[in-house]
């Protein structure tokens, strides 16, 4: 079934979309969107069930093979990253747009990192994401003059107790997202990014569990969890040529939660 959307028919029409991470959550519903709206879209990841149940899904949609490619990748590996992009250039002669969804982390008490476990996550969240990023840049969108990035990074403006590794690849993200929106505007690419909220419900926060998950949504204003597809939305105008004055921003997508306090501290109002 094709999933709802409140864009222009045909917005992505002869356009090309990479997903990281494209094989669940965010990057899925994405992916699914960009697809309905006309993109050509190649997905990646590194577990190829979730690629494998991501093709069925896109495929349910009514996305033909002939507009989809979804392959396995580790973004932390450059030699994957520029094989994998030249892949979808091969078949598909260009890349108008970028959202790296793709990163992971586990939490820990800053004292209980390991240098190697601290390494691994920004090298996930924070190489992987320049990896893909430069490879997809210098190869399709400077050449072309045209291309919009997205990058997915984490409600991290506050710190992000319990997640110090990521929270500091985050940060790398967004200043780099800043970095590039400047000097690659003269290219014609503009470079944002989305900053999902803990209070997202998707395939990367329900392996947290259901205590902080209702946690998250206590200490949220609007009472509720986020889907993964009120974040496809933002992501998806973002990348779309509809957004042309906006680069260098940093979106947060979070039902207002960090202007209230203490994510894990905030009691709730009585009756609410």
């Known amino acids: 079934m094709t999933p709802p959307t409140l864009f222009a028919s ?19 519903a994405t992916a699914r969107e960009l697809a309905t709206l006309g993109a050509r879209v190649a997905i990646c990841g590194r577990k190829q069930d979730k690629l494998d149940a991501a093709r069925t899904a896109l495929r349910a949609d009514g996305v033909e093979d002939d507009r989809l490619i979804a ?6 590996d450059p030699d994957q990253v520029a094989a994998f992009i030249g892949q979808v250039i091969d ?13 992971g982390q586990f939490p820990s008490r800053a004292e ?11 090298r996930n969240n924070l190489f992987g994401t320049w990896n893909v990023t430069r490879e997809v840049a210098t190869r399709a969108m400077i050449p072309a003059r045209r291309g919009r990035i997205v990058n997915i990074t984490a409600m991290v403006a506050r710190g992000f107790p319990g997640m110090s590794h ?4 985050r940060a790398g993200v967004e200043n780099l997202t800043r970095s590039l929106a400047i000097e690659w505007a003269h290219h014609g690419v503009r470079v944002n990014a989305v900053a999902p909220g803990n209070n997202i419900r998707s395939s990367g926060t329900d392996q947290y569990g259901d205590v902080l998950l209702e946690l998250a949504r206590k200490a949220t204003p609007v009472k509720r969890l986020g889907t993964p597809e009120e974040v496809s939305r933002v992501i998806v105008f973002l990348a ?11 979106w947060g997508i ?3 939660q960090p202007l209230w306090g203490d994510v894990w501290s905030i009691p709730e109002p009585e009756g609410a």
């Not at 990521?166 to 690849?169: P, S």
């Open 91 to 103: 078949r598909f002669e260009r890349i108008d747009v970028l959202v790296n969804n793709a990163g």
């Open 166 to 169: 990521t929270g500091a690849a």
């Open 71 to 76: 392959a396995p990748c580790d973004i932390r």
């Open 254 to 256: 979070d039902g207002g």
């Open 240 to 250: 779309s040529d509809r957004n042309d004055f906006v680069t260098g921003a940093v």
């Open 10 to 28: 045909g917005l992505f029409e002869g356009q090309v979309a990479i997903v990281t991470g494209g094989g669940s959550g965010i990057g899925l």
């Open 112 to 122: 209980d990192l390991s240098p190697r476990g601290f390494e691994a996550v920004v």
